[in-house]
C-alpha cells in the first residue's frame, strides 16, 4: 500500500468512523520510530476523511467560514514504526452551539497505541474583520454523526 488509505466505514455498536493509514518513511525519527507531531496529522486526516464520508468537506477555497482549533491532545501508549500500517478512529464526543469535540482512539492490529482529542469551532473568517464564532449547522452534525454510524 503507498500512502494513505481511506476505508469509509462505520462501527455502528460505538458510533465511530475507522480510516486505516501506513506510517511513511518522512514521518519517523533515525529510530524508525513515528515522531509525536505526527500523531496529530493522523488524527486530523482521519477528521476530513470523515467529513468526505458524510459527504461534506472542511475547507473549500474561498470560503470565509472555517473551522479553528481550540484545543489538541494526545496521550501515548505504544509507538509507531515506518510500514506499520494503523487505524484511527473517530467519534464525536460532544457538541455545543458553537464547536464540536472529536475523540480519537489509534490502534495497531487492535492494540491501542494512543488517544486523543481535538476541539474545534466554525468561524466567520472574511478578510479585514476579526474571526467570529458561527452556530455550527445542524445539518453538520446530523451528517458527521450518520457516518460514524450514530444517529442526530
Given at each position: 500500500?503507498?500512502g494513505s488509505?481511506?476505508?469509509r466505514?462505520?462501527d455502528?455498536?460505538?458510533n465511530?468512523f475507522?480510516?486505516?493509514r501506513r506510517?511513511?518513511?518522512?514521518e519517523?525519527?533515525?529510530?524508525?520510530i513515528?515522531?509525536?507531531?505526527c500523531?496529530?496529522r493522523?488524527?486530523?486526516?482521519?477528521?476530513h476523511?470523515?467529513?468526505?464520508a458524510?459527504?461534506?468537506t472542511?475547507a473549500r477555497a474561498g470560503?470565509?467560514?472555517g473551522?479553528p482549533?481550540l484545543?489538541?491532545?494526545?496521550d501515548?501508549?505504544?509507538?509507531l514504526r515506518?510500514?506499520?500500517?494503523?487505524?484511527?478512529?473517530v467519534?464525536?464526543a460532544?457538541?455545543?452551539?458553537?464547536s464540536?469535540?472529536y475523540e480519537f482512539t489509534i490502534?495497531?492490529?487492535g492494540?491501542?497505541?494512543?488517544?486523543?482529542?481535538i476541539?474545534?469551532?466554525?468561524?466567520?473568517?472574511?478578510p479585514?474583520e476579526p474571526m467570529k464564532?458561527?452556530d455550527v449547522?445542524?445539518?453538520?452534525?446530523?451528517?458527521?454523526?450518520a457516518a460514524?454510524?450514530?444517529?442526530?
Amino acid at each position: 500500500m503507498a500512502g494513505s488509505r481511506n476505508q469509509r466505514s462505520a462501527d455502528n455498536r460505538s458510533n465511530v468512523f475507522r480510516y486505516r493509514r501506513r506510517v511513511q518513511f518522512a514521518e519517523t525519527d533515525l529510530a524508525g520510530i513515528a515522531h509525536f507531531a505526527c500523531f496529530f496529522r493522523y488524527m486530523e486526516e482521519a477528521e476530513h476523511a470523515l467529513w468526505r464520508a458524510a459527504g461534506l468537506t472542511i475547507a473549500r477555497a474561498g470560503e470565509t467560514t472555517g473551522w479553528p482549533r481550540l484545543a489538541a491532545s494526545f496521550d501515548f501508549q505504544a509507538p509507531l514504526r515506518f510500514e506499520d500500517e494503523f487505524e484511527v478512529g473517530v467519534r464525536i464526543a460532544n457538541v455545543t452551539r458553537r464547536s464540536l469535540r472529536y475523540e480519537f482512539t489509534i490502534t495497531k492490529d487492535g492494540a491501542p497505541v494512543g488517544s486523543g482529542t481535538i476541539t474545534t469551532a466554525l468561524v466567520n473568517k472574511t478578510p479585514g474583520e476579526p474571526m467570529k464564532a458561527l452556530d455550527v449547522p445542524v445539518d453538520v452534525i446530523a451528517r458527521l454523526r450518520a457516518a460514524t454510524g450514530g444517529s442526530s
